[in-house]
Each structure stands twice: as C-alpha cells, then as structure tokens.
C-alpha cells in the first residue's frame, strides 16, 4: 500500500514538474516575444492590416515641333464607398440627397441607389463601388455629392486613381513616339522616344498612401489625401510636325495596300538641323491591315541596293578614280566578275561614268569599283569607315540596327565582294543610315545626327535643350559634292526616277531595287524584293532629306523603286511645296535708283512752283503728271501707258479750274 501511494506521488510530482517546465517555456517565450521579438511581430501584424501602396507618378506629356499634343497621361478614377464609416444619424439624413444626386448622374432611379447603399451597410460592406475609371471632372462631381463630401472619415468617399497613356494621333507614329510598358514580372518594355526618355525625364516620381485592409483581399485608403504627393514627369517637345507626318503616314499606307507589301518605312529630317519632321514604320498583319509594328527605320538592316552606288561613286570621284565624263562599257545589260554574271536591266553599252549612276546600272558601278579598287580594296571600304557608315548612328532610342561594312580578311569577303559592294549587296545599313549620308549630300557636305527631340519642359521652364550633333564636318570635296548633287538631280529628271519629274517643284534623289531572301530555295518561284527611294527637295536648295523603303511588294503589280516609292517620296514632296511655298524674301527694302530719285525731285519742283499755271510735265511718269495737275484742280485724260510725249495745255498758260488737260503718251 506504502509502496502504491508513494508511486502516486512520483507521478503527481514528475506532472507538477513538466508542468512548471512548460510554464516556465511559455513564460520565456512571452518574454522574448514581448521584449526581443516585439518590434517584428508589430510590424508583420501591421503590415498584415495597413500597407503603404506606390502611387504611380503622371507621365510627363509628349508634344509636337508646333506644341500639339502627341501622347500623354489622362487621369482615370474609381470611386467607392465605406458604408460602415458614416454614422447612423449621418447616414440617414444624407443617404436620400446622396442617391438622387447619383440618379442625375446616371439616370437610373434614386430609389434603386437607396436599396443598393442600405444593402450596403447591412451587409458592412465597407468597398461598395459606385463609378468606375470615370474622367476628372465627373469625378470631382461626384466627391461633392452629399455625405460624399464630408470625406473619408465622415462620409466614406474612398477614391483610387489610375492613369491611362493616350495618344491623340491615334496609330501615327505610335510606334516611334513609343511607350513603357511593365509586364506582370516587373519586366520593362521601352520602345520610341517615350522608352529612350522615359526613365530620366517623363517617369517623375511615385507617391505614397497608407491602405488599411478591411477583408476579404480588399484595402481601403486610410485618408482620401496622400501621404507623399507624386511628383508629375517633365514634358518632352520633339521635332515631328504633325503635318508633314500625316502626309508620310496616309502616303506610306496608301502604297502598301496598292502592292500588297510586308512593311514598309518612311522618315522625313530637315537637311540642315537633322531634326526628324516625320517618321512611319508600317507592318501588315494577319489580316491584311497595316499598324506601327517595329521600329523599321531605325532597327532593320538590309542590303540597301541601288540607292547605296551613289556612296561607292562619290568614293572613285574623290581618290579621282573616274571623273564623271569617263567612259564605261556596260555592255548590253550582262558582264562576269571573277565567274559571277551580273546584270543590268537594260542593255546600255557605252556610257559616261555620269549615265551610269543616273541609269542605275549595276555593271557600270560595279565596273568602276572593281577597276578602281581590286588592288587596294581596303581603301574603297576606309572611304564607308570614314564616313561612318560600319557604326551605328548612337541614337537614344533603343534597338537600333547594327551596320555591315566588310573588310578584306572577314568572312563575307570575297573576289566578288567589291562588285557588290558597288552596287549595294554584301553590306548592311538601316534606312536612317542611308538617310543621314544622303542628307549630308543635301546639306552642302555636312552630316548631321538624326534629332528626335528639341527640349525637356516642367511647364514653361527649359529643363534640358538637345542641340544640332555634327557627325561629319565634310563628306567629301566640294568639286564630288557638286557632281553628286547635278547627277542625283539628272537621275530625276531624266533617269531612271524620270516618272516623278515635274515642272512645279524639283527633287533630287537615288532609286532603290534590291533583291531580298534571294538565298531561299523557293527565290525564282517567290521573288522578294526591296523597293526604296532617298533623296531631298528642292533639288537646288534642299530643304528636307527623305527616305522610303517597301519591302516584299507583290511582284504582280510592281516592284522598282521609282514604281513603289518613289510615288511616296513625290506625294510628300509635293504636300510640303504646296503647303509652305519657297518666298523669296528682299534682305533690304532701302535702296537707292537714280531714275526714281530724279523723277521724285522733278515732280517735287514742279508741285512747289506751279499753282494757276500749266506746268511743264513732259518727260514725266504719267501717273506723277496725274497726280500733279490733278491736285492742281485740273481734268486729266490719258492716252497710252509710259512717260509723257505731248500736254494739250502748253506750259506757262494760265488755268482755270476743272480745266480738262490731254495728256499723250
């Protein structure tokens, strides 16, 4: 028995210990909890009921050369309501002006808004919706509802913004003015001018607002004010005129629907600033239908054809390999080099080094080059390298094309890499590319970079000017550039761009056909080709520098460059030229002429001196002589136009008023 009982209290002990151990632990955990860990527990416990949320700044807006709006930030709103916050007394005695001023709103009825809000509240619906992604000024309205205005705490107005990027033009140039897109990720997308400066001048800087979590995943703002106001970004005015880029856009889309095309590309840059007056890139879809795809003129580099023989002339002009009255056999439209035939479209034998850039031929150029340079080839490629043609242009937007220039020792080089060279195979460049050497060529020799954007504002204040870049203080001689200039102009008027020539207004510029994915097993029965045409108006004295480029026209309907785009470049050319006419403007309106002066002096001794006498007026203008006798109370009747031969009254006879005086002429 002694033996049971004393068993009982070992257990009764052994449980009374454990026990006090577990209290002891709980007590210490307490402890750290309380005093150690205190301070986290808080914060998870917080941040599990209040958040700070990031309130996305307004992006700054985008605006044209002339200040009309290109893309920009609109401000888009929800509005909800805690049905809970309001007190009871507050609630019904606003609850009926609240709802009618709703059904005005809407015009759904009041009584149908007083159901829903009574809802509401019985059910603690603390996030009830009552207008969504509404605009600022409907939104502000509605905050000055009844009960809605006494704000978050008195009237549970709860208020989220959003803001949505818009573009006024639509699809025009959407793809170059661009965006800045975050995936879901957090990866960002940046493409055109809105990516390039996005992140340094148009993001401006986020907010902050406390949110408090009221169940069921839903958070409400804690006040209807923010805790750290966002900061709005800067505005960027760019160089496009919104004219001139319409033209380029309805011209561009108008020949690829006509051909049928893949894509195609069109950039508009005034010759001596560089600025971009307007630029398309258009790529067809699935359907048919054309849009802003990719960023063709700046990012896609392609064997630029015939409009590159101008750059491989000016070249064999300046080391004086040829000058442009030489002579050059083209045969009758086929020769080999080194076991490879090339080919002209026609046959034209024997022709000036002059014809053969105006008549575009492949043999001519490439006969020049291969003559010129197949001993020192690294001299013809050194001339491209000089003038920049093997680097990118260093443009802010992203994804620009990288150029290829080949050199004697590279893979791609071969006997035949020369002759190919020539005529604008084996060598890459982007449209921007060509154009900016063309526009050189138009202003007077010198090569400026492409400029998208003039200036960064935060409203009227200049935060940052973006000025003319000289890439190249001179291309090349004045002797080849006056030569170049008088062939691109020919190649107009009477090559092989004679279809675009006209009276009214004068162009120069290069014609472009270039065979495409010729290396595809399917090339005969598919043909691909790549139509362009670059060059600047008015021919004399440029103002604009133009490129456009088509690629994969159906062959069907056509597919050379003075047939595909050439017509764009005419269009353009023609809209500007009617819309801003050349004015020749006189630099000084004072200048001195003896016969006027000596008329003026004789009319002014004449009119001081005679009163009731005839004076003498011949020799005088008749319109003086008119204004004279006229002024002296005399009729004049005039015969002929010119200076007086004969007065009917001689001189020093006395008059009489109203007296009628012949003047002969």
């Known amino acids: 028995m002694a033996v049971t009982e004393k068993n009982i209290l070992n257990k009764l002990y052994f449980v009374a210990g454990t026990m006090f151990v577990f209290v002891l632990a709980v007590v210490f955990k307490l402890f750290v909890i309380q005093f150690v860990q205190g301070d986290k527990y808080r914060d998870l416990a917080e941040k599990r009921t209040v958040k700070n949320v990031e309130i996305p700044a307004n992006r700054g807006n985008v605006y044209s050369a002339d200040g009309s709006l290109l893309a920009t930030s609109i401000p888009k709103y929800d509005i909800r309501f805690d049905a809970l916050t309001p007190s009871a007394r507050t609630f019904e005695k606003y609850l009926i002006p609240l709802c009618d001023s709703l059904s005005k709103y809407s015009g759904k009825p009041s009584a149908l808004y007083q159901n829903y809000l009574r809802k509401a509240r019985a059910n603690k619906n603390r996030y009830y919706l009552i207008a969504r992604n509404i605009s600022y000024s409907n939104y502000i309205r509605i905050r000055n509802f009844p009960m809605l205005n006494l704000g978050a705490y008195k009237g549970g107005l709860i208020v989220e913004q959003t803001t949505r990027r818009e573009h006024p033009m639509g699809a025009i140039a959407h793809r170059s003015i661009g965006y800045e897109r975050v995936d879901g990720e957090g990866n960002v997308t940046r493409a055109g001018i809105e990516g390039a400066y996005g992140q340094e001048y148009l993001s401006g800087v986020n907010g902050h607002r406390l949110k408090q979590k009221i169940g069921n995943g839903q958070w409400k703002p804690i006040a209807d004010y923010n805790e750290v106001e ?3 970004g800067y505005d960027l005015y760019t160089t496009i005129d919104v004219n001139i880029q319409d033209v380029a856009h309805h011209a561009l889309l108008k020949q690829l629907e006509e051909y049928e095309a893949d894509h195609g590309c069109v ?8 600025e971009i007056k307007a630029i398309s890139n258009l790529g067809r879809n699935e359907n048919g239908h054309y849009y802003e795809r990719l960023n063709y003129a700046v ?15 000016m070249a064999a002009l300046e080391d004086k390999v040829v000058d442009t009255s030489a002579i050059i ?32 031929s492949n043999i001519g150029l490439a006969t020049i080059i291969d003559q010129g340079y ?8 050194d001339h491209l390298k000089d003038w920049r043609l093997d680097k990118p242009l260093g443009l802010p937007i992203l994804g620009e094309g990288q ?14 890499a020369l002759p190919s060279m020539a005529y604008g195979y084996n060598l890459k460049l982007t449209p921007l590319q060509t154009l900016t050497f063309y526009n050189a060529i138009a202003n007077n020799g010198v090569m400026v970079k492409p400029r998208f954007v003039r200036s960064v504002k935060e409203l009227d204040r200049v935060v940052e000017s973006f000025e003319q870049v000289e890439l190249k203080n001179r291309i090349c001689s004045d002797k080849t550039l ?12 009477r090559g092989t761009g004679h279809s675009l020539y006209s009276p009214h207004f004068s162009m120069a510029g290069k014609t472009g056909t270039a065979q495409t994915e010729y290396w595809m097993k399917d090339w005969k029965e598919n043909r691909r080709y790549i139509s362009s045409f670059a060059g600047y108006f008015p021919a004399d004295n440029p ?18 460059g003075a047939d595909v785009t050439g017509p764009v470049f005419k269009r353009i050319a023609q809209k500007i030229f009617t819309d801003t006419p050349l004015i020749d403007e006189v630099e000084q309106l004072e200048f001195a002429d003896a016969k006027t002066e000596k008329d003026f002096e004789t009319y002014y001794e004449v009119a001081k001196t005679y009163k009731t006498i005839m004076p003498n007026v011949v020799g005088m203008p008749v319109m003086d002589a008119m204004a004279l006798l006229e002024n002296m109370g005399l009729k004049v009747k005039v015969n002929g136009v010119g200076e007086v031969r004969r007065q009917s009254v001689n001189k020093g006879v006395k008059i009489a008023p109203n007296q009628t005086v012949v003047l002969n002429i």
């Open 230 to 232: 966002p900061q709005d």
């Open 267 to 274: 950039v508009v840059m005034e010759a001596e600033t560089g």
């Open 299 to 313: 990012g896609e580099a392609h064997e630029p054809g015939s409009t590159f023989k101008v750059m491989a002339l």
């Open 329 to 360: 056999d083209t045969k009758m439209g086929y020769k080999q080099f080194y076991g490879r035939g090339i080919y002209d479209t026609h046959g034209h034998g024997k022709i000036s080094v002059a014809r053969t850039l105006e008549v575009s």
């Open 374 to 381: 197949s001993k020192q080839p690294q001299k013809f490629v």
């Open 403 to 416: 150029p290829v220039i080949p050199s004697p020792g590279d893979k791609i080089w071969s006997k035949n």
């Open 482 to 493: 006056k030569e170049i200039q008088d062939i691109l102009k020919n190649v107009v008027e």
């Open 543 to 560: 103002k604009y520098s133009c490129i456009v480029v088509i690629h994969k026209p159906s062959v069907k309907k056509g597919y050379y």
